[in-house]
């Protein structure tokens, strides 16, 4: 059971700093594409609202997610490794119920991002919590529960293994989509002017698959009483 334990680390491990694989050409961007971890253990439930150029609009269910603290550092993948870290012993029992939690998926990284290019940014990353687990979510030193009301998110899918020039680069393309319509009004409005400055990275995927890769950004928001869809 170690050792088989020791192998999963490993493996959650590699998605997470496979940094140098992650430039990627227009041609190999994934749009629409239902994550094929999802098909395997257990991803959050969404409606999609609307498919517009280059992202949709989500409607998430209530979800449940373990996070960490707020993580400073310069670089997200390094960030993210050192969150997971945290979150892996997490689930392998190192909380308080000393209960075994399966995996799922997604795993996010929320960013708000520094003011310069060389300071630290601040990354909180979360584990969706299984369903089974949502009533009564192990609590553990370090780590904190959110629940999520139901939430709308903008989402851009993008392939290949997630590198820090990436990211910056998704967020602004996504941003860049949302321009002019009513859901970058809805997200104006919902999280006031600092709007564009913190984003999600959701990342789905086993390390041995090179094909097929799908990575998201969201930017999630509320729609008000009074917003005319």
Known sequence: MAAFN???LSILLSLLSNSHFGVWSETKQSKGISPPSCSRIECPSYDVIHVGSGYEIRRYNSTVWTSTSPIQDISLVEATRNGFLQLFDYIQGKNNYEEQIEMTAPVIAEISP??????ES??????YVPKVNQADPPPAKGLHVQRWKPVYAAVRQFSGFVADSD?????AALQASLDGTIWSAAIEKSHGSNHTSVYTVAQYNSP???DDRVNEIWMLFDIKDDFTM
Do not use: L, Q, T
Not at 167 to 171: F, I, M, P, S
């Open 6 to 8: 020791f192998f999963k």
């Open 114 to 119: 520094s003011d310069g290019p060389i300071c």
């Open 122 to 127: 601040s990354f909180v990353v979360s584990f």
């Open 167 to 171: 990211v910056g680069e998704e967020a």
């Open 208 to 210: 041995f698959e090179f």
